[in-house]
């Protein structure tokens, strides 16, 4: 009788600064969704690198061409395609009372919400500038800009989709982002991660953590240096009070029915409008 | 012309003491013989009551505190009038007649809503020497400013906002677009009627109703403007206004019949008013504290440079949320440019605000004195070398003189707080790249000045600012088209364009506030 084969287990990590890291603090913690499973508990620490490391690939990620950013954006969602077997297993795996075929169409989705969101970044001006008829011998014209680095805590749900939703609309808006994943059901978002890896998308530019959304929260709504913070479900008033330290950008997002929302105002959300003047003359 | 006088005009030499240049640029004096005669602005035109009360449901009332606060022409340093300080009843009274006009009001057509906005910009250009007197009187700024700059500002705000109202859907046809509902305002007291402005019109052009708080010590425009409300017939409870102290913006911000806040003031209570909002999903637009730099480059049209920088920090005696307080010069011309700058701020007219000749007039309030003298004693308290005009200043009312620092760094008081008053501070830089980062190195994110030639230098340097506002070559405009607001600690939100108006309606599915 040959024994059957052990297959090869993945460790499930951070995605940081382009790279799959450990939480510096070693904590683990074992997912309700996934009772097999270790995941890294991220913390504080991990937030503030994972922002020091935004705010460089930010800088890359704004700087570059719509067309650039587009471009790489549609990399992921052909990144996403070609691993949706796999994105497949994570859910089933994460989750187990999902059904397949639920599963199968939330991949599909995530795969579509993705190339939509690609198509944004080289339209943010037509879509959200303007040029403004001042009433002078002025050509005045505003423009879009990113506001930085964005935290996104995803809902706390099986579903790829879900994350997507939210870390897409400050994503496309220039922003880096940092997604907290579900706590419950984290292994298709870190598996996101791999996907981002093989896209270009500059190192830093997405990053990912799982751990105790009790404990971070709080974290990402009190760090001085991240510019806005998207949160899935309502408000809360505790992380409104600390974000107003630094006149953070806080959103909320409900929870929806039906597709995933693909919305302009949840993108110009995290942009800020930059108005340009200057005379005109002879 | 006498002969002397020939002379006086054409003589050279250089700058005002201390500027110390070896090659001063030429000056022209034209000695002491041609001085300007009093031109003071006729105050009969605009008559003030000895007492106002608030207005609510469309008409004049009487507070239910039974209390009053004292308003100062800060020119003079005499009451003018006194107005009522509204308590949390009278608050709650103002909200609940904007939330009975609110149904009528948001399903009248866009095409009627505008007509209303339209009559308000017609009677307030009608009004307009009247508005402005009382402006000059009630705040301080020179009448040149009110009547140019103020009031024809504030009716184009209605009737730029007055056309948008029946093209909502053309503004937001992707996600759809609904009225926010009863819209708390509160306003500051540099730009009165023009804050009012800014906050009315596009709140009313998209259906909302408004209750508005103007500032404790310059409140006589807003309420004259309700007299304008009422000749145009706008349906009662659309507009309330409160005024009080700041007891009564917070019992505005804290109501729970109000779904959003709008306010314009300093980051400190934006940010308290951030944190009292938490978890309520109320809307909120916060047009903050700035600290503006002004960035001059050594190819700069350097004559027009200078009239720029003046009109940057001197403008409205530098109560200017968006002031270019911070000149960062090239060093190259630092010194050169120095010498013409203090010459220039030395021949500001400091002085009466009704003077039609006025430069810079009162400073607003015997409190706002205070902060800048305390921030001023802290400059040279540091180190930094402190130039002020050698001008004349009126023996009654607040003034204070045109002031330059230079020897200063990034981290003193006078460089990282706003002051909010007529006092610039001079640093140098070599290169674009060290302007960027000297322009930044702030929490604040308004505004921002270009001076120099090279047009692709001016867009490099612009997409670098983090401010919502750049000016190039040209400083402190403003235009009801033209999005205005901040980055960072300077606010978040627009006023102006079609960006501004997003700030007055929900769209369906949108995120929330927190």
Known sequence: ?282 | MRDDDIRDAFATGGGPAGAGAQDAPPTLSFGARWTYDPAPESEAVAPIDSRYGLFVDGEFVDPRSGRYLQTIEPGTGEVLSEVAHADAVDVDRAVAAARRALPGWSALPGEHRARYLYRLARRLQERAREFAVLETRDGGKPIRESRDVDVPLAAQHFFYHAGWADKLDLAFGAHGHEPVGVVGQVIPWNFPLLMAAWKLAPALACGNTVVLKPAETSPLTALRLCEVLVEAGLPPGVVNVVTGDGSTGAALVEHPGVDKIAFTGSTEVGKAIQAKLAGTGKALTLELGGKAAHVVFEDAAIDQAVEGVVRGIFFNQGHVCCAGSRLLLQESIADDFLVRLQRRAARIRVGDPMDKNTDLGAIHSPEQLARIERLVAQGVADGGTLWQSPCALPERGTFFRPSIFTDVGQSDAVVRQEIFGPVLTVQTFRTPEEAVAKANNTTYGLSAGIWTDKGARILWMAARLRAGVVWNNTFNRFDPAAPFGGFRESGFGREGGRQGLAAYVRRPGGLVQG
């Open chain 1, 1 to 282: 009788m040959s024994e059957e084969r052990p297959t090869v287990e993945k460790t499930y990590k951070l995605f940081l600064g382009g790279k799959f890291p450990r939480t510096e603090s070693g904590r683990s913690y074992v997912p309700a969704g996934a009772p097999g499973v270790h995941v890294c508990r991220a913390s504080r620490k991990d937030l503030r690198d994972a922002v020091v490391a935004g705010r460089k690939a930010g800088a890359d990620w704004a700087g570059r061409t719509g067309y650039n950013r587009g471009q790489i954006l549609f990399r992921l969602a052909e990144m996403l395609e070609a691993r949706k077997d796999a994105l497949l297993r994570e859910i089933l795996a994460g989750a187990p009372g999902v059904d397949a075929d639920e599963a199968w169409a939330d991949v599909e989705a995530a795969v579509d919400l993705t190339a939509w969101y690609a198509g944004i970044p080289d339209k943010l001006g037509a879509l959200l500038g303007s040029q403004n008829d001042v009433a002078g011998p002025f050509f005045a014209f505003s423009t879009v800009e990113p506001q930085g680095v964005v935290g996104v805590i995803a809902p706390d749900t099986p579903f790829l989709t879900d994350l997507l939703a939210l870390l897409l609309p400050p994503l496309a808006g220039g922003n880096a982002v940092i997604g907290l994943v579900s706590e419950r059901s984290p292994l298709v978002g870190l598996a996101l991660g791999e996907a981002c890896a093989t896209s270009d998308v500059p190192g830093g530019a997405i990053q990912l953590l799982s751990g105790l959304r009790d404990e971070l929260l709080p974290e990402f709504a009190s760090h001085r240096d991240l510019d806005g913070l998207l949160v899935a479900g309502d408000p809360d008033a505790a992380v409104g009070r600390a974000a107003a330290g630094s006149v953070k950008r806080v959103r909320f997002a409900p929870a929806w029915s039906g597709p995933a929302p693909r919305r302009l105002d949840w993108i110009e959300a995290f942009v800020e409008t930059k108005t340009f003047w200057h005379p005109v003359a002879p």
